[in-house]
């Protein structure tokens, strides 16, 4: 079977987004494979971008595009916070979110669990352009473990309180689903400080509606705030869908000066997505989406 140009199938890099959907890239050089204890991984330099991480056949993250969901997954609440000090990331273990944190000046300490040590190795020997020296920073305690007995167990027994809780996982199927239950979600907001937000990714509402659905169900059973938002991410073939909960903050109530004023006060730049005009557009919903989140 060819594709486009002639291109057989078998050079292709292919994603299902469900049952009858799907989407592939050009594979190029496969520069890493092989299985965890957890999962399978490949990393791939492809022709679109660049080097590629995948896991279980599902694309993470690459070096060209992920600019996309890291800057959009840690500003949109990070800008909306006056004062973020402290972060947690699980799952997380290319980096990215912790690179963006460390972009706030105020920000004085991210713990990130990863449950796969391999992830980070794999970060650290092909990722450098995602997590840009992050995985090394004094800021950061890197802790391989279970995030949710981090989560139920560790930390409360500490008493730690963070200022962002940031779960960047893969989709809620298999091992991550029980990270998106309402009780998770809410054993999080136990974490937070009074002016704490939670941001995650919610999946493609296009090919995966009632996931979507179902997950911010279930981010208002545990926060008062819920604002859902949306964005087109390339490695992901979608639009796709994030949220940000909180009891205190509201993103969505800033308006796009303020976003601005805050990037130049806390001097981000260079960021290459994310900005006064794109915090604000997110957040504006099609119809479509009002019906499937009312």
Known sequence: MSGHDGKATDELLLEWLNEDAGFF????????????????????????????????????????DEFFYHENLIHVPAIAHPDPRSALIIGGGDGGSAEELFKHPTMQRVVLVELDAKVIDIARQHLQAVHKGAL?????????EDGLHYVREVAPAIGERFDLIVLDLTDPVGPAEALYSREFLADCKALLTEQGAITLH?????????????????????????????????????????????????????AAAEVNARIAERQLAPLQHYNGAVHCAQFALPNHLRRLLA
């Not at 492809?46 to 690459?62: A, E, H, I, V, Y």
């Open 25 to 64: 890239y050009r594979k190029g050089r496969l520069l890493d494979e092989g299985e965890s204890a957890f999962q399978r991984y490949e990393v791939w330099d492809t022709p679109q971008f660049g080097k590629l991480f995948r896991l279980d056949g599902c694309f993470m993250t690459s070096e060209r």
């Open 136 to 144: 090394d920073d004094p800021r950061l305690e890197l802790r391989v």
């Open 202 to 254: 919610i999946g493609a509402p296009i090919f995966h509606p009632e996931r979507v659905r179902q997950l911010v169900d279930n981010l208002r059973a545990a926060f008062a705030r819920v604002q859902p938002y949306f964005l087109y991410i390339p490695l992901y073939g979608s639009l796709w869908g994030m949220a940000c909960a909180s009891d205190a903050l509201d993103p969505a109530a800033l």
